[in-house]
């Protein structure tokens, strides 16, 4: 077994981040953004995760949505770009835009629209979340309730602790784990 060497990580980190690996500057935002690993850094953060960003890491985008200021069109635009990059988080996030959850004005439509991007990634929030609006009657009620996809049926069964808000025990690790899927 490999000795804890919290300095030793965050040397090699920082090593493969400054040479341009997408990957590693995303891992070393997320140890600056939350401090796990090195010394919580937001400013330090921020500048990895658009360097992340700006090689096309859709993670890093929904991470610098999440940094500005909630329901802002900035944020708007980190997130419909992660969500162009097939994060599966995102939809959720634009959704909750959409809502109104933010301050903005509620537009329910285009909420379930990106909440059906959502499940159809597999996202096990967005199923909740929908089925939450076709509860409350914000559906489509022209096409009935949403098809359960073959994405729902795996996340269903890879999650035996599934909740019915939308959460596993698996969500409930740091921020590479659970944007990356890991």
């Known amino acids: 077994a490999l000795d804890l060497d919290r300095r030793a990580a965050a040397r090699w980190l920082r090593r493969a981040a400054s040479s341009g690996d997408a990957d590693a500057q995303f891992e070393l935002a997320c140890q600056l953004d939350f401090g796990d690993v090195v010394r919580r850094n937001a400013r330090e953060a921020l500048r990895w995760y ?39 988080t995102a939809p959720r996030d634009i959704a909750s835009f959409y809502r109104g959850d933010h301050g903005q004005r509620p537009n329910l439509r285009l909420a379930v629209s990106w909440l ?7 996202d096990a929030r967005s199923i909740c979340q929908l089925g939450v609006h076709y509860q409350n009657g914000q559906g489509n009620r022209a096409e009935g309730p949403p098809a359960e996809t073959s994405a729902h049926r795996d996340l269903l069964s890879s999650h035996v602790n599934w909740d019915p808000r939308g959460q596993s025990a698996s969500s409930l ?4 784990n659970t944007r990356r899927g890991a």
């Open 50 to 88: 658009r360097c992340a960003a700006r090689q096309g890491d859709p993670y890093a985008w929904s991470c610098l949505g999440l940094t500005y200021e909630s329901g802002s069109p900035r944020a708007l635009a980190c997130f419909k770009k992660a969500a162009r990059l097939a994060d599966v």
């Open 116 to 122: 059906k991007k959502g499940v159809a990634l597999g």
């Open 173 to 176: 690790v740091p921020c590479t």
